[in-house]
């Protein structure tokens, strides 16, 4: 789950939500719902906590997944 889904699900504003997770500004928190920029590590694992795993570190990365075709070049 984003982190962004989970604000709304729980209507947070981004000022509670930051406050939730501290150390942690509210221009911070509005990059990193935009995409524009990831927590760092230790502020994934408040995030992570806060959540109850519903937004692990993986959620904040835009991994797409590319089949291997097996031909080799």
Do not use: H
């Amino acid at each position: 789950m984003k982190l962004a889904d989970f604000k709304k699900l729980r209507n947070l504003t981004d000022e509670a939500l930051a406050v939730m997770i501290g150390d942690c500004t509210v221009s911070a928190l509005r990059k990193w719902l935009a995409g524009d920029r990831i927590p760092r590590r230790d502020q994934m694992e408040r995030i992570a906590a806060i959540t109850d795993g519903q937004v692990l570190p993986n959620d904040f990365y835009e991994i797409e997944v590319v089949a291997a075709s097996g031909d080799a070049a």
